[in-house]
């Protein structure tokens, strides 16, 4: 073994000396060496190398993370409702002193039949903007449908004196009431307090039922109900009156509709619900025969138009997912839904393809489809209908039923009746005719407007031009009989046409060829009668506005704006005194309505028929048919309702009691 000689003390000295110098060592022997005391220092620590985590480890620890951010999270939420739910009580009662006009309390007594007139309602002097809108102008609203709804979200507050007038006091969402009647979804979801709408424009609501307007003393005749369940009238003053009382099922002269259910209001959807339910359970019932179990579960619909169609389906639905579950399965096999419809197809309204598509749905999911049928009688036990085989000969048969809904068309009201024989140029049987300005043709311009499924806008094109023309030819001393009408002249006549009847604009897109077409004797002018054919085509291509919820939302929010305009001109139209004539025509623009779809639910599927544009399709049609459902509800309130309605039927199934 070598050993190593220890150097000298001299040595030893002689060394540290030429260290110190820096003649021993250069800088790449120093990092060297620097590095090697580095890597015998780390060699010697004592601290444990750090260790790798597994994925599993990771995700794991996220997750409990996110957990516990969301456990966390939601504490606080559930501790701020406490705590703003607490908030909501009133801990001490309001002895603030309320001031009541005597008028409202006493009201005098005047007008035709000498009644109590309400100028003045017990909540005017409520609050200070109620006080500073009594010396308003008076806007009286009848009903609470879409279109009144739509008037009262698009009002600028503080503009009227407003006041509802209603037998119900609450807002239906009609186009879900099909899916009440199932018990998809709840009644209360499809209902929003009609106060809580009023309250954004400080308004006024009268539950009670118009009978009768006086148009010349401008007075709403009203009748309400009395604590002891009598009658009693009075009058209601307006400056504006905007009738949207809606209308009634049209009977079509059929004995014996009695028997009949009809879809129209909450209550309808009720007695529905509790009659589909009440056969089914008769059905169970030991002593039933096998005929009357199968009467019993009959259900006949009669209308193949958007609400019968999709109560069909309902019912189908509810039968085939919910029945099978928590009834006899013979009930299953029993049970028959039928549809009658006059016309060739169902939902005639919408393209062709689409109604056949929900034909073969229904088909597919044995749903019995009578086509070409006509319903004569309807009795308590059976239906009878005629139907035309494929000669054209018409047979009648008979069906026995347990239920039947009638939804074949609407009509007009009682008020709507006594109204439109007051006034002249009322000539529609079904609803009241306006002008393209939602004013009621024969009553005082400007006082009187008519929207929703009660009006319809009439189609006069040629009567207004010929009476423009004829004056316009009497203030030239001419025979409007001789008149004839150049290029030119036709071109200012279109225009004006296309601004006073808006929906006539796609019948006038080419004016040149329909000139030409007639101009009979090619002079190169439209003589008078030539221009009164020409216009009398027009109307005749006109088709009448749909009985809609969404044509009587479109007019509500119309009249809405044109009546923020008026009130804005107002003091200046005082000022100038140009308060009088057409105000409407001079201040807005004519009422254009803008179809922007139809939908319908046709049993776990849906239809578009969005212009022109059609689609349809299982669940991902159904999804998107209750979006834009839950989208066009009125409140968030509604909206949370009914996502709770379609949670809990994914849950639990659909409500099956009757009471």
């Known amino acids: 073994m070598m050993r190593m000689r220890a150097l000298p003390s001299s040595a030893r000295s002689g060394a540290v000396r030429s260290l110190r110098a820096g003649s021993f060592f250069t800088p790449s022997t120093l990092r060297s060496s620097n590095t090697s005391s580095s890597l015998r220092s780390r060699s010697v620590s004592t601290k444990p190398l750090p260790t790798t985590q597994s994925p599993f480890v990771r995700f794991f620890v996220r997750a409990a993370a996110y957990v516990g ?24 009662p309001s002895y603030e002193e309320i001031h009541v006009s005597e008028l409202a309390l006493n009201p005098r007594v005047g007008g035709p039949k000498n009644l109590p007139i309400a100028e003045h309602l017990v909540d005017d002097d409520d609050s200070e903007e109620k006080k500073a809108q009594k010396h308003k102008p008076k806007l009286v609203i009848l009903g609470t449908g879409w279109g009144s709804v ?26 879900m009431l099909p899916s009440a009647t199932v018990g998809t979804l709840e009644l209360r979801s499809l209902i929003e307090p009609v106060r809580r709408i009023i309250s954004r424009v400080g308004g006024h609501f009268l539950k009670a039922k118009a009978v009768d307007v006086d148009f010349s003393e401008k007075l709403v005749e009203v009748v309400s109900t009395g604590p002891n369940g009598e009658e009693q009238n009075f009058y209601l003053p307006y400056d504006k009156l905007v009738l949207g009382v809606g209308s009634i099922t049209n009977p079509h002269g059929v004995k014996g509709l009695e028997n009949c259910h009809f879809l129209k209001d909450i209550t309808d959807a009720r007695l529905i619900k509790n009659s589909v339910i009440r056969n089914l359970e008769l059905a169970c019932l030991p002593t039933t025969s096998d005929d009357e179990r199968r009467r019993l579960l009959s259900f006949v619909v009669s209308g193949g138009g958007p609400t019968g169609v999709e109560f069909a389906a309902e019912l189908f639905d509810m039968l085939n997912e919910d029945l099978t579950k928590y009834f006899p399965k013979i009930l299953r096999s029993e049970i028959s839904v039928h549809v009658i419809q006059s016309r060739g ?9 689409l109604s056949r598509y929900a ?5 597919h999911d044995q749903v019995d489809i009578l086509t070409n049928s006509r319903v004569k009688e309807v009795h308590p036990d059976k239906i009878l209908f005629t139907q ?33 024989k007051k006034l ?80 006539a604009a796609d019948h006038l897109k080419r004016l040149d060829r329909l000139f030409e077409q007639y101009d009979k004797d090619k ?8 221009l009164h054919e020409l216009l ?13 919820a969404q044509r009587a939302h479109q007019q509500g929010q119309y009249l809405a704006r044109k009546f923020n305009k008026i009130a804005q001109a107002a003091p200046g139209m005082r000022l100038n005194q140009m308060d009088y004539g057409d105000l409407d025509e001079a201040v807005y623009k004519a009422f254009e309505y803008r179809h922007l779809g139809s939908l319908a639910y046709i049993g776990n599927a849906a239809i578009f028929d969005i212009n022109g544009l059609n689609f349809s399709g299982g669940l991902l049609a159904v999804y998107l048919w209750r979006s834009v459902y839950f989208a066009q509800s009125v409140s968030l309130r509604t909206r949370i309702l009914l996502a709770m309605d379609w949670t809990k039927r994914a849950l639990f199934g659909r409500d099956l009691m009757n009471f």
């Not at 969301?70 to 908030?87: C, E, K, N, P, R």
């Not at 503080?158 to 609450?170: F, K």
């Not at 009006?455 to 030239?476: D, G, M």
Request: charged share 20%; hydrophobic share 35%.
């Open 536 to 548: 009398r085509q027009i109307d005749s291509k006109m088709t009448s506005l749909p009985a809609t």
């Open 388 to 420: 035309k085989d494929e000669q054209g000969n018409v047979i009648t048969k008979e069906l026995p039923m347990g239920f039947c809904l009638w939804s074949t068309g609407v009509s007009q009201t009682e008020l709507c009746q006594k109204l439109a």
């Open 523 to 530: 002079s190169g002018t439209l003589d008078f009668g030539e």
């Open 345 to 353: 197809h169902i939902l005639n309204t919408y393209d062709e393809a």
């Open 150 to 175: 739509a008037l009262l979200k698009g009002l600028n507050p503080d503009d009227y004196h407003v006041t509802v007038v209603a037998p119900s006091n609450y807002f239906l969402f009609t186009p």
């Open 359 to 363: 034909e073969a749905r229904f088909a």
């Open 69 to 92: 951010i969301f456990v966390v999270g939601t504490g606080i939420l559930v501790v701020g409702f406490f705590i703003y739910d607490a908030s909501t009580y009133a801990d001490q």
């Open 424 to 503: 002249e140029g009322q000539n529609n049987r079904h609803a009241l005719e306006t002008d393209s300005h939602c004013r009621l043709i024969g009553a005082p311009l400007g006082d009187v407007y008519a929207i929703g499924d009660c009006a319809t806008v009439q189609n006069n094109v040629s009567s207004h031009i010929v009476t423009f023309l004829r004056t316009l030819a009497w203030e030239r001393g001419k025979d409007p009989q001789e008149m004839h009408i150049s290029y030119s002249d036709w071109r200012h006549v279109a225009k004006r046409v296309k601004k006073r009847f808006p929906q």
